[in-house]
């Protein structure tokens, strides 16, 4: 839906691709219903991470939803919304110079422990780590507010969806986090949320953040 294809190889997420966009895009929320609770709930940790980007009745409607049913109650109204935040992203920046960057929050751990897993966690699931583990380290250096750790893990933990895992700050997640595509020239840029509905690009050196990780989950 944002036009890229991209490919994994070996043991690096999404790393060569290119952009081509569709010239059509059919959504059928009555699909959602062909489900499992776990890919349903998987899939529903982006949505959670698209309402904390927008922010505003967005972020309000992700708060309403406690269940996999309402999940499936609201499940036109989230993949709307959702869909109309992507498009206004792509369209503003369709090759990810900059705030098409945004929609990677939670993706530069997320990706490093759903390669680790080897299968064992889905992309949602890595990402709703990711986006937790990231605020809460935002947050002890001073880029985020303490709030929006406590409010993005009300939406995640109410529908079952994990929020720490053990991967974190091992030897082989570090290696991970210097393939991320996100590492442009030794530099990283992480999506940190200020507050919610207020996304920001933090620039850091990979052995700064190598550093400051490391110092971070050791405590």
């Known amino acids: 839906m944002g036009g890229k294809t991209a490919i994994n190889i070996e043991n690096t997420k999404n790393i060569a691709g290119t952009f081509y966009q569709p010239d059509l895009v059919l959504v059928d929320v009555t699909y959602l219903e062909t489900l499992s609770d776990r890919d349903l709930v998987e899939g529903y940790a982006e949505v959670v991470k698209t309402s904390a980007l927008e922010g505003g009745s967005f972020f309000e409607l992700t708060g309403k939803i406690k269940s996999t049913e309402d999940i499936r109650h609201y499940a036109e109204e989230l993949s709307l919304r959702s869909i109309q935040y992507k498009a206004n992203i792509v369209m503003a920046d369709e090759k990810e110079y900059h705030k098409r960057q945004y929609l990677n929050f939670g993706h530069t751990i997320g990706h ?34 303490e709030t929006v750790t406590s409010q993005l893990m009300a939406r995640l933990v109410s529908v079952g969806l994990p929020t720490t895992s053990s991967l974190i700050g091992t030897t082989d997640f570090f290696k991970h986090l210097v393939n991320d595509k996100k590492n442009r020239s030794g530099i990283l840029n992480i999506v940190v949320l200020q507050t919610i509905g207020e996304p920001k690009i933090i620039k850091q050196e990979i052995s700064d953040i190598q550093h400051l990780f490391k110092n971070h989950w050791k405590e």
Do not use: F, P, Q, R
């Open 112 to 145: 490093a422990i759903e390669l680790l897993a080897h299968g064992k966690l889905k992309h949602g699931e890595a990402v709703a780590i990711g986006m937790i583990e990231m605020s809460k380290l935002m947050t002890d250096c001073g880029y985020s507010d």
